[in-house]
């Protein structure tokens, strides 16, 4: 019989791969935002949110994917 556990990556390697990914994108489009502010800005706009939240999912995908990296 095949063991093929220990070929096969953590879920959680890839969830920290995806927030990375998109906490990139979300980042980038709120240093884009700082850059060119839209038109009509909305009601909370001047938290930056797009930064915080860009920010917190870039941190959190990397926690996932170092903390996981080396897991069978």
């Known amino acids: ?3 093929r556990t220990s070929s096969m990556k953590s879920i959680w390697y890839l969830v ?3 927030l990375m990914a998109l906490g990139a994108l979300v980042l980038a489009g709120g240093v884009g935002d700082l850059v ?3 038109a ?7 938290l930056r949110p ?3 939240w860009g920010a917190v999912m870039l941190l959190a995908g ?6 996981h990296r080396n897991q069978a």
Not at 40 to 46: G, I, K, Y
Not at 62 to 67: G, V
């Open 50 to 52: 797009n930064l915080w």
């Open 40 to 46: 009509r800005a909305t009601v909370l706009a001047h």
């Open 16 to 18: 920290g791969l995806l």
């Open 62 to 67: 990397a926690a996932f994917f170092l903390t």
């Open 36 to 38: 060119s502010p839209p």
């Open 1 to 3: 019989m095949i063991d």
